[in-house]
C-alpha cells in the first residue's frame, strides 16, 4: 500500500465522491461505482508494486488565453498542459514535452478524434502520471527531475503545425497545433519559462515529430544566454516506401499536411530548398535546416514504423506478417531481411547528422520498442536497454550537460540482449 501517493488516494476519494453524489437512482448505483473503483484502484496498485515507484499525478491546467487566438482543440476545446514545478538548482531550467498519439488525414477521421481524448481536453485525464523523462526523483531521472517538468496535451491532430479551421452546417473543426503551441509558450514564459537558463524540448511519437518543427522557434523564445536544445523520442519517422513498394506514408503525411494548413508552418528554408515541399514534414529532410543543438532517440526497429510505414495493413491483406508483427521471433528469414533494410535506410538517413552535427547526441537501439523516454523501465531502470552500458537516461545526460560525446548506434537484431521489452 505504500506505493500509491497520498495525493493519488486524496484524487480517488474525491473522484468516488464526485460520482456518487451526482448519481440520483439510488444506493445500488452508489454501491456499483464504489465497486468499480475499488477494482480500479487495486489493479492501479499492482504494477506499482511490481516497480515499486510511487505514482506522480500532476494535474491539468487549461489555457483559458487560447480562445483569443482560436488556439483550440479539434472539438473546440481548450487546449493544456501539466505542470510540475521545478526546485532546488533546477528551479530555472524547463523541460517542455509533446505528448504523441497519431495523427488524422481528413475529415472522417478527425471528426471521429474530435470526440475522443485525442481531439479534445474534455476527454482527457485530468491528472497525469510523470514518469522517466518526467520524474521529480533523482534516482529515477538523474538529469531533469528538479527542473520544471511541462507535458503539453496534443489534441490538434497535426503535431502542433496545423493553421486552418474547416466549417459546414454542421460542424466546425480546429487545426490549429501552431497557435496552440505558441499559447502554451506565451502562458508559460510569464510563469518562469521566459527566464529559463536551461531548455530541452521533448516528445515522444507524433510528438517527437513536433520538436523538429518546433525545435527553432522554442529556442528564439527563451534568454539568448540560455542553453536550449531538443530531443525527439521515436519521432524519425522514415520517409520509406512500403513493401509493396508504394510511399504509404509520404501520402498519409501529405493529406495532414494539406488538410490542417500546416505548409506554412515548415522550416522555410527547407520547403525552399525541396522539390516536393510537402517533404519537409519529415524529420530527415528537415533536420539539416534545424540550427539548435538536437538529439535523435529512436530504435532501428520502431514499432510503430514497421507496423504503418514499412508493413501498413494496405500493403499486406493476406496477413503474411500477422505472426511477425506481434512477435519478432516467429518473422521468417526473408522478414529479418525486410526489417534489417529499414534499419540500414534509417541509419543511411542519419548518416549525414551522425557525420557532420556536431552539437548532435543519438541513442538508435534495436529494441522492438516506440517510446522509450517516458516509460521508466526504459529510460532509467536497472534492466533497461543499453548501448555500450549505457542507459537512454545517461546518453541524453551525457549529451545535454556536454559531458561526452553521445552518439550511440545499437547492432542489429538480435544481437542486443537489453531488449527485454519486444512489441508491447
Ligand atoms: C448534417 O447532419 C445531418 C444529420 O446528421 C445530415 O443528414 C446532413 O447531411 C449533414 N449536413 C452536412 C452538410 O454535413
Ligand atoms: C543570462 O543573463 C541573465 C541576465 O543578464 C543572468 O541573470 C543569467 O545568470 C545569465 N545566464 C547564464 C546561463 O549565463
Ligand atoms: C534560413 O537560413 C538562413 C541562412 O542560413 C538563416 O539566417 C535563417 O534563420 C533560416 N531560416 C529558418 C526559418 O530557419
Ligand atoms: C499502391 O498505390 C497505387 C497507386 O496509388 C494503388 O493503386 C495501389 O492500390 C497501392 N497498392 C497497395 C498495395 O496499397
Ligand atoms: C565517454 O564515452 C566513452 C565512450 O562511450 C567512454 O569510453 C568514456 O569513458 C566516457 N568518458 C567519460 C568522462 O564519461
Known sequence: MGCVKHKYLTHLNIYLVSISNSTPSGFFVKMNFVVAFVFLYLTTLAPCHVRSQQRHLIKMTLVRNARATNALCLDGSLPAYHLDRGFGDGKDNWLLQFE?????????SCLERAKTRRGSTSYMSKFEDFNGIL??????NPGFYN?????LRYCDGASFTGDAVFTDKNTTLYFKGQKIWDAIIRDLLPQGLGKAQKALLSGCSAGGLATFHHCDDFAKYLPTNATVKCLSDAGFFLDER???LNYTFRLFFKNVVQLQGAEQNQNKNCTMA?????????PQYALSYISTPYFILNSAY?????????????ADL???WNRCKLNPAACTPDQINTLQGFRLDMLAALK???TNSRTGGMFINSCFAHCQSELQETWFAADSPRINKKTIAEAVGDWYFSRNTSKEIDCAYPCDSTCHNLIP
Not at 520524474?135 to 529515477?140: D, K
Open 147 to 151: 527542473w520544471n517538468r511541462v507535458k
Open 352 to 354: 549525414p547528422f551522425n
Open 135 to 140: 520524474s521529480n526523483s533523482a534516482t529515477l
Open 274 to 282: 525541396l522539390k516536393s515541399p510537402e517533404l519537409c514534414f519529415f
Open 242 to 244: 512500403d513493401i509493396s
Open 302 to 314: 520502431d514499432v510503430f514504423q514497421f507496423h504503418n510505414i514499412l508493413v501498413p495493413p494496405s
Open 100 to 108: 504523441g498519439g497519431g495523427w488524422c488525414n481528413d475529415l472522417k
Open 318 to 320: 493476406r496477413g503474411y
